[in-house]
């Protein structure tokens, strides 16, 4: 491989446009890389999105991701299609020896997940897997802080991921809501990120009990493909799975913690959260205020306050954004950090950032979930 990598993109929805601009970005934010990504292929069954790769540049447009796997011009492929596919193009990818950057939650269950993580180690390849909320700057700084010992023995972690993408009755019943093809509802699109999230800031979990609720049974069916705001106007049929998680946490470090998440949660649109108590401090992250941490540090055991920080060029990445504490980052600047981290990966041989590893985790730890909730009980994991 020389100074250019040669990507491709399979699925070119809303995600497959992100990765496909974080690719692009990727020499702007990161110069001393060394790598200059070309978009080389894109595929995707919806024939007029084809104007669409064209205007981002890709030189090429398939159908069927088949062909394009198939071919001796790439280096890395981004899988961010419908779960049903990940499986079956992750495996393809990595067994054709190209580097894979694939979307959560990597398949419709952790034995789909177990498959592609085996077929990465076996062909050696990199991986990146999309737990973007990870590379927050203002996270990494709680990371440092807990890890540090600035909050003491970590005591009781929160965890929120709520959404109201499907609250409305009307909402179309897409790919979302049947298990062929999603696999679960709301563990393995919000859930996972959070685990991860708790993973990443505090530690390994050790045990959980779940809870789970199917508020809206049934949905109109859509009148073509769309988006997770998609109205359905056609005939309604049943929802197979669930809109809502609560799950009680238990971390090898001996913190206990909560996990709440919805996508049917009316007046919260991305409110993904945590908040971590120690006992001599605490922190706090909500991703809609992403530059921002609470803390409280430093101070008696009662009566102690919060402030708010506004994170600077020495937290995380944010030096190779925004010149200085205050200017916002969005979400698509944390695909970019993970693209350089896989980058990174390719260049140095050593993985940097979250892999298939850490989707394998986060797969497991959701089907322990519905474990909990099918047999009513607490789950080791």
């Known amino acids: 491989m020389t100074d250019e990598l040669r990507v491709a993109v399979v699925g070119l929805g809303w995600m497959g446009q992100v990765h496909a601009r974080a690719w692009t970005r990727l020499p702007q934010h990161y110069p001393d890389l060394g790598l200059r990504p070309r978009l080389v292929a894109a595929a995707d069954p919806v024939p007029s999105l084809r104007a669409l790769a064209s205007s981002y540049g890709f030189d090429d447009f398939v159908d069927d991701w088949r062909v394009l796997v198939a071919r001796n011009d790439l280096d890395v492929v981004s899988v961010t299609g419908p779960n049903h596919v990940h499986r079956d193009v992750g495996v393809a990818v990595a067994r054709a020896g190209k580097h894979l950057w694939i979307e959560k939650p990597a398949g419709r269950n952790a034995a789909e997940t177990a498959e592609i993580a085996a077929a990465v180690e076996a062909a050696g390849v990199c991986s990146a897997a999309g737990f973007n909320y990870r590379n927050a700057p203002a996270v990494s700084l709680a990371r440092s802080l807990v890890a540090d010992g600035r909050l003491g023995r970590v005591e009781q972690v929160d965890v929120r991921?709520?959404?109201?993408?499907?609250?409305?009755?009307?909402?179309?019943?897409?790919?979302?809501?049947?298990?062929?093809?999603?696999?679960?509802?709301?563990?393995?699109?919000?859930?996972?990120?959070?685990?991860?999230?708790?993973?990443?800031?505090?530690?390994?979990?050790?045990?959980?009990?779940?809870?789970?609720?199917?508020?809206?049974?049934?949905?109109?069916?859509?009148?073509?493909?769309?988006?997770?705001?998609?109205?359905?106007?056609?005939?309604?049929?049943?929802?197979?799975?669930?809109?809502?998680?609560?799950?009680?946490?238990?971390?090898?470090?001996?913190?206990?913690?909560?996990?709440?998440?919805?996508?049917?949660?009316?007046?919260?649109?991305?409110?993904?959260?945590?908040?971590?108590?120690?006992?001599?401090?605490?922190?706090?992250?909500?991703?809609?205020?992403?530059?921002?941490?609470?803390?409280?540090?430093?101070?008696?055991?009662?009566?102690?306050?919060?402030?708010?920080?506004?994170?600077?060029?020495?937290?995380?990445?944010?030096?190779?954004?925004?010149?200085?504490?205050?200017?916002?980052?969005?979400?698509?600047?944390?695909?970019?950090?993970?693209?350089?981290?896989?980058?990174?990966?390719?260049?140095?041989?050593?993985?940097?950032?979250?892999?298939?590893?850490?989707?394998?985790?986060?797969?497991?730890?959701?089907?322990?979930?519905?474990?909990?909730?099918?047999?009513?009980?607490?789950?080791?994991?």
């Open 161 to 381: 991921f709520l959404a109201d993408y499907s609250a409305h009755p009307q909402g179309a019943l897409s790919w979302r809501f049947f298990t062929e093809t999603a696999g679960s509802g709301v563990l393995g699109d919000l859930v996972c990120h959070g685990t991860d999230l708790a993973r990443y800031v505090v530690g390994e979990l050790t045990e959980l009990v779940a809870d789970e609720g199917r508020f809206i049974a049934s949905r109109p069916k859509p009148a073509a493909a769309g988006s997770h705001f998609a109205r359905g106007t056609g005939p309604h049929g049943p929802v197979e799975n669930e809109d809502y998680i609560g799950a009680l946490l238990r971390f090898a470090s001996g913190a206990r913690g909560t996990l709440t998440a919805s996508r049917v949660a009316v007046g919260e649109q991305s409110a993904y959260e945590i908040v971590v108590h120690g006992d001599r401090g605490a922190v706090a992250w909500d991703f809609r205020r992403m530059g921002e941490l609470r803390v409280c540090l430093d101070q008696d055991y009662q009566d102690a306050s919060w402030s708010t920080v506004l994170v600077g060029r020495d937290a995380g990445e944010l030096a190779r954004f925004q010149p200085a504490a205050g200017n916002a980052m969005g979400y698509d600047d944390l695909k970019v950090i993970e693209a350089h981290r896989l980058a990174t990966s390719i260049v140095g041989g050593v993985q940097v950032g979250a892999t298939i590893a850490d989707a394998l985790v986060a797969a497991r730890t959701v089907e322990a979930m519905a474990t909990s909730i099918a047999e009513r009980r607490w789950v080791t994991l």
